[in-house]
């Protein structure tokens, strides 16, 4: 499936697989949006799966809104593909 990005004010849900060749597109598009003083929600509920570089980027997108002085809230780490990976490597 590929990736898709869908806004919904703030809230930004992703859907399909999240990987080292599409990641880039999704870090490219959350940085446009990521502001100081407003916070921004990335829904990764409906992911498929994620392998551990796109793990590394989300981490780095978080690390990027706190240098903004913005917030960037994570949701779906429930899923069950997505935890173990966030575990393994040691983002979670």
């Known amino acids: 499936?590929?990736?898709q990005i869908t806004q919904i004010r703030d809230m930004f849900v992703v859907m399909g697989e999240l990987n080292s060749t599409n990641i880039e597109i999704l870090n490219r598009h959350m940085k446009r949006h990521i502001r100081s003083g407003?916070?921004?929600?990335?829904?990764?509920?409906?992911i498929k799966g994620m392998d551990a570089i796109a793990t590394k980027v989300i981490q780095q997108m978080v690390e990027w809104a706190m240098y903004?002085?913005?917030?960037?809230?994570?949701?779906?780490?429930?899923?069950?593909?997505i935890m173990p990976m966030l575990n393994r490597v040691k983002t979670a």
Not at 68 to 81: A, F, M, P, Y
Request: hydrophobic share 35%; no cysteine.
């Open 1 to 3: 499936m590929a990736l």
């Open 38 to 46: 407003y916070p921004v929600t990335l829904n990764l509920e409906r």
């Open 68 to 81: 903004k002085n913005s917030r960037l809230s994570v949701q779906g780490l429930s899923t069950e593909q």
